[in-house]
């Protein structure tokens, strides 16, 4: 027998959030195709266990749980791998004008800075940083997700913020510092 109200549910949330879903389970797996594999399992999962859903709560975060833990079963069956959750993500600091190819590759420059910062942050603070910026996820949602403490998360987003501030002010003190010296 066909549950229509949870198909459609679920529909619902695939049509809006699937891109979101993809680049989420690439950030952790690293390989497009397989970040596809992971959200369809999700899904899977999602409708077959949508009767264990609590109403009340984000589907949107229950669906993004169940393909993170998904994707981390994915990294757990294969050796030892480092996960950087940034990984093809940019953090879009600037408009530019695209007819002016300095503005450009300004703008490229400060993307490469903010992309090596990011790898130097703890995965902890990927995931965190990753759910909120580019899931568009509060952190009651979050907190769903990660099973977490909502002050825990908004700790862990602080000193992430501040590690990245770091690291992006060193960076720049070493880029004008080596200009100088040449």
Excluded at 125 to 148: G, I, P, R
Aim: net charge negative; glycine share 2%.
């Amino acid at each position: 027998m066909r549950n229509t109200n949870k198909e459609l549910a679920l529909e619902e949330l695939v049509k809006h959030e699937y891109p979101s879903l993809v680049r989420t389970a690439q950030s952790y797996v690293k390989d497009a195709m397989t970040a596809e594999d992971m959200v369809q399992e999700a899904l899977l999962k999602a409708y077959e266990k949508f009767d264990s859903f609590q109403t009340g709560n984000s589907l949107r975060a229950w669906l993004f749980r169940i393909m993170i833990n998904k994707c981390k079963d994915h990294l757990r069956s294969y050796t030892q791998r480092k996960v950087t959750p940034w990984e093809d993500q940019w953090i879009h600091a600037a408009q530019v004008d695209p007819h002016n190819p300095l503005d450009i590759m300004i703008q490229q420059e400060d993307y490469d800075d903010i992309h090596q910062a990011i790898d130097l942050l703890k995965p902890d603070y990927h995931e965190a940083l990753h759910l909120y910026y580019f899931n568009d996820l509060s952190v009651k949602q979050m907190s769903m997700v990660l099973h977490m403490n909502e002050n825990t998360l908004k700790t862990r987003m602080k000193r992430a913020r501040d590690h990245l501030g770091e690291e992006l002010v060193q960076h720049k003190e070493n880029v004008h510092f080596s200009s100088i010296a040449t």
